[in-house]
Every structure is written in structure tokens, then in C-alpha cells.
T-cell receptor, first 112, second 109 residues
Framework: DVKVTQSSRYLVKRTGEKVFLECVQDMDHENMFWYRQDPGLGLRLIYFSYDVKMKEKGDIPEGYSVSREKKERFSLILESASTNQTSMYLC???????????FGEGSRLTVL | GIQVEQSPPDLILQEGANSTLRCNFSDSVNNLQWFHQNPWGQLINLFYIPSGTKQNGRLSATTVATERYSLLYISSSQTTDSGVYFCAATSGNFNKFYFGSGTKLNVKP
């Protein structure tokens, strides 16, 4: 079974802090994604990566950056957290061109 | 991009009842998946079904690609089936997933 693991289930940070959300997958998938989910807005794509060191902006990249130094790991970085980044963050991975998307457990971030 | 619409938005069932959830999409798709979001927020894969019919225990799904819809059937529902069910599709761009707004299911004992 595919395993996508997110480093933290719950985080509480202060405005202005730098926040790292880590995601690791164990299936050698080329493609990895970061989404955020908010009530009434659904799932929105922040960034995705199709290979090591390769990334593309999604629908809402402002305020976020990503890092993919190794194939299995995709990190989401909030350079200076703001209260409007309080959300549920979901990492996902997909193998190949037409593959099944698998999600991690999610990380609930609260920015005070 | 494509539009993905799910119905009904909310569904309340008595334990043991059957239900059908629907996902309509506005264009041809090359990937169609159903997920269940559990109370802790994790999206669990149910079916990868761009076309055809699949069954897994009490759940089954059918996608009629030519008519642009997919159905998720839940039989003999249990309280653990509660949560939000999402469908998601890609069309053209294999990495651009379009999610429906979900069906919130509440199964009462």
C-alpha cells in the first residue's frame, strides 16, 4: 500500500514565524502535491512537483514556497506565517502520468 | 478547466440503508477517483475509476464516461461510513485535479 506521511498532525504557530510542513512518500512516485482545504472553498492546489528540484505553482502559491531535494520528500514552507494561512494542509503523491492520487493524513495549522 | 459537481450535498441515513452519490463532470476525463474524508481529515482512496464498474465490499462505483458521470453506491451503511465523500477528476492535464464540493454523509445508529 502507498504510504504518504505528513510530519505533524497539528501545529500552532505565531504570526511571522517560519513554518515547515514535511511530506514523505514511500512508493517512488514522481509527482507530489500540496493542497489546502478550507470550509466553503474546497481543496486548492498550492504547489506541485513532478521531479526532484522541479516545481510548478498551483492556484494559490502566494505566501508559500516548496522544496524537493529528494524524490520521496516534498516540503511546504511558510516564510512568514499569517493568520489567513490557518488551514488544513494536505500532501498527496501520484505515480506516473495517469496514476492514482494518494493523500497523507493532513496537517492542521493554526496561526495566532 | 472542467466543472465537477456532486449531489446531494448532504445525506442523512439510518444504519443499514443504501445510498447513491453522484458526480457529474463537464468534459471527458482521464482520471476519476472517489475519496472518503474521515473525521480526522484524511482523504482515503475508495476507487480509481475513469470508466467501468468496480466493487469493494459494500461499496461499488460506476463511471459512464460517455455521459460524464460517476456513481458511488454504499450498501448496508454503517456509522463508520459517515464523513465527506469527494470525487476528483483530471481532464487533459494529468496533474491538475478538479475536486467536487463533496457529499456530507451522516449515518445514524
Amino acid at each position: 500500500d502507498v504510504k504518504v506521511t505528513q510530519s505533524s498532525r497539528y501545529l500552532v504557530k505565531r504570526t511571522g514565524e517560519k513554518v515547515f510542513l514535511e511530506c514523505v512518500q514511500d512508493m517512488d512516485h514522481e509527482n507530489m502535491f500540496w493542497y489546502r482545504q478550507d470550509p466553503g472553498l474546497g481543496l486548492r492546489l498550492i504547489y506541485f512537483s513532478y521531479d526532484v528540484k522541479m516545481k510548478e505553482k498551483g492556484d494559490i502559491p502566494e505566501g508559500y514556497s516548496v522544496s524537493r531535494e529528494k524524490k520521496e520528500r516534498f516540503s511546504l514552507i511558510l516564510e512568514s506565517a499569517s493568520t489567513n494561512q490557518t488551514s488544513m494542509y494536505l500532501c498527496a503523491s501520484k505515480g506516473g502520468r495517469v496514476g492514482e492520487l494518494f493523500f497523507g493524513e493532513g496537517s492542521r495549522l493554526t496561526v495566532l | 478547466g472542467i466543472q465537477v459537481e456532486q449531489s446531494p450535498p448532504d445525506l442523512i441515513l439510518q444504519e443499514g440503508a443504501n445510498s447513491t452519490l453522484r458526480c457529474n463532470f463537464s468534459d471527458s476525463v482521464n482520471n476519476l477517483q472517489w475519496f472518503h474524508q474521515n473525521p480526522w481529515g484524511q482523504l482515503i482512496n475508495l476507487f480509481y475509476i475513469p470508466s467501468g464498474t468496480k466493487q469493494n465490499g459494500r461499496l461499488s462505483a460506476t463511471t459512464v464516461a460517455t455521459e460524464r458521470y460517476s456513481l458511488l453506491y454504499i450498501s448496508s451503511s454503517q456509522t463508520t461510513d459517515s464523513g465527506v465523500y469527494f470525487c476528483a477528476a483530471t481532464s487533459g492535464n494529468f496533474n491538475k485535479f478538479y475536486f467536487g464540493s463533496g457529499t456530507k454523509l451522516n449515518v445514524k445508529p
